[in-house]
T-cell receptor, first 112, second 113 residues
């Protein structure tokens, strides 16, 4: 059974710093891994999707990497801003499965 | 752009009451999903549909029923609500291609007293 872990559960950093969020998964037989952002009281917004054959994806100040063999992904946020404060969730889509398996998220606070 | 719309946004029910949550998407997505989100447990899949007229069970289907009579709508029903079903419910949709992202609604916050 696929399990997805995100550590730490919460992170606070000063504005302007670069930061890395971590995601690990137990079964490397995946189609893809997806990073989401969730603002309080809101739904999930897809940030980046990395296919199993890819090593990384970039969108603006965000860069997500995938190391399938070690079961790890990182989300790198450059030059953090207060507007980046949110909960970040990763999810994997495993072989033979139509569903996503989610981690419990990292709550990020950017301190002005 | 409407995207994925969920109604209602909030609801309080008494134990034993029934209700239906509605999800509508305007992106012509084939797949639709219902998740619940509980503190410390992440999102868990309740039921999903791979096309009009089809439904399938997810991880936590007990106590819920679903229907997909039209491609754009996916309904989640609680026949006899229980306090354990207090949660935030999210609907999502996607294209059939597994490498397309899922798009989420803003959720329905449901409390069962």
């Amino acid at each position: 059974k696929q399990e997805v872990t995100q550590i730490p559960a919460a992170l606070s950093v000063p504005e302007g710093e670069n930061l890395v969020l971590n995601c690990s998964f137990t079964d490397s037989a995946i189609y893809n891994l997806q990073w989401f952002r969730q603002d309080p009281g809101k739904g999930l917004t897809s940030l980046l999707l990395i296919q199993s054959s890819q090593r990384e994806q970039t969108s603006g100040r965000l860069n997500a990497s995938l190391d399938k063999s070690s079961g790890r992904s990182t989300l790198y946020i450059a030059a953090s801003q207060p507007g980046d404060s949110a909960t970040y969730l990763c999810a994997v889509r495993s072989f033979g499965n139509e569903k996503l398996t989610f981690g419990t998220g990292t709550r990020l606070t950017i301190i002005p | 752009n409407a995207g994925v719309t969920q109604t209602p946004k909030f609801r309080v029910l008494k134990t034993g009451q029934s209700m239906t949550l509605l999800c509508a998407q305007d992106m012509n997505h084939e797949y639709m999903y219902w998740y619940r989100q509980d503190p410390g447990m992440g999102l868990r899949l309740i039921h999903y549909s791979v096309g009009e007229g089809t439904t399938a069970k997810g991880e936590v289907p007990d106590g819920y029923n679903v229907s997909r009579l039209k491609k754009q709508n996916f309904l989640l029903g609680l026949e006899s609500a229980a306090p354990s079903q207090t949660s935030v419910y999210f609907c999502a949709s996607s294209y059939r291609d597994r490498d397309q992202p899922q798009h989420f609604g803003d959720g329905t916050r449901l409390s069962i007293l």
